[in-house]
Nanobody, 125 residues
Framework: VQLQASGGGSVRAGGSLRLSCAAS????????MGWFRQAPGKEREFVAA????????SYADSVKGRFTISRDSAKNMVTLPMNSLKPDDTATYYC???????????????????WGQGTQVTVSS
């Protein structure tokens, strides 16, 4: 499975960006799609995840109410509109997927099998 992330950029605090990630390959049907981020000098952290058609979604506390994860199953694409961005949101954002999973969303990076290349989000104050 190959993942192509896009939509990063630079904005002022309070602004918005929309990340997208498309999955392709021999086994493009995925059960769980998620976003993680990593800022310089910090650990990678979970941002949001969505399971199958979207009946199960999970968010990090730091982004609840500001970010919304959704997916287009027909296109194997996941999007992450990000509103009310803060300087603390500055990081490289990675999409990740699991093709077969029965347990619902997981915030653990170890659960994800395929990873995208990352897209940079920079929020200035």
């Amino acid at each position: 499975v190959q993942l192509q992330a896009s939509g990063g950029g630079s904005v002022r605090a309070g602004g918005s960006l929309r990340l997208s990630c498309a999955a392709s390959g021999r086994s493009p049907s995925v059960d769980m799609m998620g976003w993680f981020r990593q800022a310089p000098g910090k650990e990678r952290e979970f941002v949001a995840a969505i399971y199958r058609s979207g009946r199960d979604r999970s968010y990090a506390d730091s982004v609840k109410g500001r970010f919304t994860i959704s997916r287009d199953s027909a296109k194997n694409m996941v999007t992450l509109p990000m509103n009310s961005l803060k300087p603390d949101d500055t990081a490289t954002y990675y999409c990740a997927v699991v093709t077969k999973r029965t347990k619902g969303c997981s915030p653990s990076a170890d659960e994800y099998v395929y990873w995208g290349q990352g897209t940079q989000v920079t929020v200035s104050s």
